[in-house]
């Protein structure tokens, strides 16, 4: 195991903040080609399962989000739009992975 230092809470919070924020902007800026069916496919999870996520984060602090108003703070706009700019029609091929990949992986689709 690496020696890695010790850090506080509070430090170990920004970091893990920091290295979520350029996930985001990673998913949402430099690659919003890398479609939600083929991360699932792939890595068993999405866009929409990180919004989904942050709302259930918001809930443990007490922020009450609905599904569609997390979409829209973690897309940075409305859900629809970002559809519309960025998300293709699944091909056949994507669909019956997707059939597949999710019955082999916790959690649900979006």
Known sequence: MPDIP???DATRIRIEAAAFRRLRQHLLVDRP???NID????AGFCRNCLSRWYGEAAAEQGVDLS??????????MP???WK???QTEATPEQEAD???SF???VGKPD
């Not at 991360?39 to 792939?42: F, Y």
């Not at 599904?67 to 940075?76: I, N, P």
């Open 33 to 35: 080609d890398a479609q």
């Open 67 to 76: 599904k569609e108003d997390a979409r829209e703070v973690f897309y940075g």
């Open 103 to 105: 019955a082999e992986n």
């Open 98 to 100: 997707f059939t597949r």
């Open 79 to 81: 859900f629809a739009e």
């Open 6 to 8: 010790p850090v506080d």
């Open 39 to 42: 991360l699932m496919n792939l």
């Open 84 to 86: 519309a700019l960025h």
